[in-house]
């Protein structure tokens, strides 16, 4: 019989079904970057900020990310994590996160990331782990309340970027991507209050889930695909526009 206390090997440790429901969230933003990256090139003309048909798949792929990401803590702590695992990871996503701010800064110096995707994870995570776990299923309790407080409770005080990051603010701030502490958490403290009901079964309905090759695949590195693929992206755009003689817009 295994030891609790010892952490589960490298292959043990995966799930596939995880990994497939991040690498779903992965694949669809890719195509949503794409696309926003043929309509910054124009090959397509339409409206990223306004569009309900963008606006709503951006709300999609972020919940589904942020769902994942609180599976995956509840799957850390049924495992015992050590701090040192957990410090190591929340590091690495605070510093992708930085790169993310420098890379918008260069591209889109008046719309810039200061506070997307990346910041608004390294914030939950830090959230999750000194407050929301040691509460476990109970934050399906604050979840909805999370979700419902933008809605219920703004400020202008809030609007300043020093303060946006929370998300009661009156005013859009104007940046490429925005993914403040609210109502966000509400969305992470979804998964991660799942995930500690499921860890009274040891996890045994998230290990049904099915693993879909391709999309599992993606799933296991969803930092480096997230950090390589715009680059990638627009580096062959621009080589195709510069082919094609088609205006960049760099």
């Excluded at 019989?1 to 779903?24: C, F, K, Y």
């Excluded at 998964?191 to 099915?210: F, H, M």
Aim: hydrophobic letters at 55%; a positive charge.
């Amino acid at each position: 019989m295994p030891d609790p206390q010892r952490p589960a090997s490298p292959a043990a440790a995966r799930l596939g079904g995880l990994d497939s429901l991040r690498g779903l969230a992965i694949a669809w933003m890719v195509f949503f970057h794409f696309s926003f990256d043929l309509n910054w090139f124009g090959y397509i003309h339409t409206d990223f900020y306004t569009n309900p048909l963008w606006l709503w798949q951006r709300v999609c792929i972020v919940s589904l990310f942020l769902c994942s990401a609180g599976l995956a803590q509840a799957v850390g702590d049924e495992r015992r994590r050590s701090e040192r695992a957990f410090w190591k990871r929340w590091a690495q996503i605070f510093g992708a996160g930085l790169l993310v701010v420098g890379g918008s800064w260069l591209a889109f110096p008046r719309s810039f990331i200061y506070f997307g995707i990346l910041q608004g994870v390294a914030a939950m995570l830090l959230v999750h782990h000194l407050l929301g776990r040691r509460l476990g299923a109970w934050v399906l309790v604050l979840a909805p309340l999370a979700i419902a407080a933008p809605h219920l409770w703004t400020s202008a005080f809030f609007n300043p970027p020093w303060w946006n990051w929370i998300g009661l603010i009156t005013r859009k701030p104007i940046t490429e991507d925005y993914v403040p502490l609210l109502p966000w958490l509400g969305v992470f403290w979804v998964g991660a209050g799942v995930g500690a009901l499921l860890r009274r079964w040891q996890l045994r309905p998230l290990r049904a889930l099915p693993r879909v090759p391709g999309l599992a695949q993606l799933g296991r590195w969803p930092l480096r695909i997230y950090l390589l693929h715009q680059p990638l992206l627009i580096a062959l755009l621009w080589l195709g526009s510069k082919l094609l003689g088609h205006p960049a817009p760099f």
